[in-house]
């Protein structure tokens, strides 16, 4: 899943796999053919093993995997917090809308993620993320400092 909430666009790629050489594909296809001027594209990660530039070395050449480096902005959501992480909610609601059943084999997962990612971009709908700063400290506690006072 990949998602630019302020757009309202989003896209889903139905792999068999999911390893660093899946998602250094899924990369440069953002960056050449999604985006293909912008200067940087600024994306959040959760925490998977493959979320990281290392993965993109591991499919090209050195000189296009610093190419497609350069051309990223990287944010981490913090361990255990992919829930902050807005392309989560998006799968979240993909699975409710369009995967409420069991489908038989790839090529229609395929043909079905596309159908839902194409309404949903059509229809221009966003995500209602909720989290501020305010909610912060209440839902990420342990990242706090704890002060006991006398």
């Known amino acids: 899943m990949i998602t630019e909430p302020l757009g309202q666009w989003r896209k889903v790629s139905v792999r068999e796999t999911k390893t660093a050489i899946d998602l250094a594909q899924e990369i440069k296809t953002l960056l ?3 985006y293909p ?4 594209v600024v994306i959040v990660w959760d925490n998977l093993n493959t979320h990281t ?4 070395y591991k499919a090209f050449p050195p000189e296009e995997a610093r190419r497609l480096i350069e051309r990223l902005e990287i944010h981490y959501t913090p361990k255990h917090g992919s829930w902050l992480d807005i392309a989560e909610i998006e799968l979240s ?3 409710k809308q369009c995967l409420d059943r069991r489908i038989g084999d790839i090529e229609t997962l395929r043909r079905e ?3 839902w990612a194409e309404q949903r971009n059509e229809a221009q709908i966003g995500v209602d993320w909720q989290f501020t700063n305010d909610k912060a400290p209440v839902k990420l506690k342990h990242l706090y400092p704890q002060v006991k006072l006398k």
């Open 53 to 56: 530039p290392a993965s993109l």
């Open 37 to 40: 001027d912008a200067e940087k």
């Open 32 to 34: 050449d053919v999604d």
């Open 93 to 95: 609601v993909m699975t």
């Open 113 to 115: 993620t596309a159908a």
